[in-house]
């Protein structure tokens, strides 16, 4: 079927050590995004790229990164985890009709960071 | 500024009973929205969308309706079933924006 992935579903860090989680997609989704979703709030967008545009937030702090080397994968780096960046990070693709028509956002299941 | 939101946290409802979940939003240019249904530790589920050119949409038991004049919309489930249970999440996009804006969610627990 086709989906979106992320690996891996558990992610445990050290604070200050370098991590970075994946995604790939095989709806061949011209946008991808990355959102940070702590618990009872609202999934916050730290990016996306619409091909292979990147729009950074603007409240996104440069702790975080993001390559997409392909249509098919996208991968979130954050250089120096500190404890306020254990999160949900869910990865999500749409794609724009040539109409301007926008499919719904289809998400993974998303990495569950822990930062010790 | 939440331009999304869902002021109820939590709703519970009786099975075989409706449940309306609600959600505001505060940017009038929004004219694409969707409802996401998310379980514990998986990622939101798609549910249903609904464009600014519409008042209502019906899938099922799941109806969408939307009054732009009030910017607010809400999520009817009729019957409710137990397993409905979870957090669902308002959604928003503008024609202009690629970017989906989200509320902080309602969890709705459905009793048997």
């Known amino acids: 079927d086709a989906m979106v992935i992320q690996n891996p579903r558990y992610q445990v860090t050290q604070f200050g050590k370098p991590v970075t989680l994946s995604c790939s997609q095989t709806?061949?989704?011209?946008?991808m995004y990355w959102y940070q979703q702590k618990s009872s709030q609202a999934p916050k967008l730290l990016f996306h790229y619409y091909d292979k545009d990147f729009n950074n937030e603007a409240d996104t702090p440069d702790n975080f990164q993001s390559r997409r080397p392909n249509t098919s994968f996208c991968f979130l780096d954050i250089r120096s985890p500190g404890l306020g960046d254990a999160a949900m990070y869910l990865c999500?693709?749409?794609?724009?009709?040539?109409?301007?028509?926008?499919?719904?956002?289809?998400f993974g299941q998303g990495t569950r960071l822990t930062v010790v | 500024d939440q331009q999304v939101k869902q002021n109820s946290p939590s709703l519970s409802v009786q099975e075989g009973r409706i449940s309306i979940l609600n959600c505001d939003y505060t940017?009038?240019?929004?004219?694409?929205f969707l409802w996401y249904k998310k379980y514990p530790a998986e990622g939101p589920t798609f549910l249903i969308s609904?464009?600014?050119?519409?008042d209502k949409n019906e899938d099922g038991r799941f109806t969408v309706f939307l009054n732009k004049s009030a910017k607010h919309l809400s999520l009817h489930i009729v019957p409710s079933q137990p397993g409905d249970s979870a957090v669902y999440f308002c959604a928003a996009k503008d024609n202009y924006g690629q970017n989906f804006v989200f509320g902080p969610g309602t969890r709705l627990s459905v009793l048997p």
């Open positions: 999500a693709t749409s794609r724009e009709s040539r109409g301007g028509v926008w499919t719904e956002a289809f």
């Open positions: 709806l061949n989704h011209n946008v």
């Open positions: 609904i464009s600014s050119i519409k």
């Open positions: 940017n009038s240019m929004f004219d694409y």
